[in-house]
């Protein structure tokens, strides 16, 4: 048994808990926007149907509570959303990349200021990671206000570097040493 698998988080509004297998048909309604895959890596793709929702839950549990600490968020029962993080390697194994994303029905509650706070409790509490970097696009306003509520630092821009559907921009990079 895994232990991460039974973790459980709670912030004033929100619940948190890893990824099931009986979550994938929920994630679609909620992820299957342009709003949220335009901020994220191709990885969170669109649209959102039920094979991505399934290869998400997978991957969430490949490695979970290793170098994987991902977690589904609820808000009074319903599946809002998602945190995590993911170990770096070689010689950056003690820190790890943090992720998150909410449907936009929940946009500017400060419901991700109050998530993304409570998984960097839960990461220097609770786990062997002690430094957590985090990266933004530039068009992203809202995400880097988060990471500066929540105690990151901006530690660097990597102009254009990211082409998103036709679009440049450049990554914000922001660290936190836990
Ligand atoms: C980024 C995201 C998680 C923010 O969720 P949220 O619950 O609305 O965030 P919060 O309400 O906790 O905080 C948002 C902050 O950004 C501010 N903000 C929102 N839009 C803004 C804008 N266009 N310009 C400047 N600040 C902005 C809000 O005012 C708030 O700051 P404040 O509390 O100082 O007023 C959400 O927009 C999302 O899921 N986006 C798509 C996925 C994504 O971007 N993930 C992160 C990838 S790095």
Redesign the pocket.
């Given at each position: 048994m895994n232990d991460f698998l039974d973790t459980r988080l709670e912030t004033a509004r929100c619940r948190l808990r890893p990824w099931r297998m009986e979550d994938i048909p929920l994630i679609p309604p909620v992820a299957n926007t342009r709003?949220?895959s335009?901020?994220?890596s191709f990885r969170f793709p669109h649209p959102f149907d039920e094979a991505a929702a399934e290869r998400l839950v997978h991957w969430s549990r490949d490695g979970a509570g290793g170098d994987k600490w991902q977690f589904a968020v609820f808000l009074g029962g319903k599946l809002v959303?998602s945190c995590g993080t993911i170990r770096g390697t070689d010689v950056e194994a003690h820190t790890a990349k943090v992720?998150?994303?909410?449907d936009?029905a929940?946009?500017?509650?400060?419901?991700?200021?109050?998530i993304v706070g409570e998984l960097v409790r839960y990461m220097r509490d609770e786990t062997v990671i002690e430094q957590l970097t985090?990266?933004?696009?530039g068009w992203?306003?809202?995400?880097r206000?988060?990471l500066e509520?929540t105690g990151f630092r901006q530690e660097g821009l990597r102009r254009g570097v990211v082409r998103k559907w036709g679009k440049l921009t450049d990554l914000w990079i922001y660290g936190l040493l836990l």
């Open positions: 709003e949220i335009w901020n994220t959303g992720g998150y994303w909410l936009p929940h946009w500017g509650k400060g419901l991700a200021t109050e985090a990266v933004c696009f992203n306003p809202a995400s206000r988060v509520k």
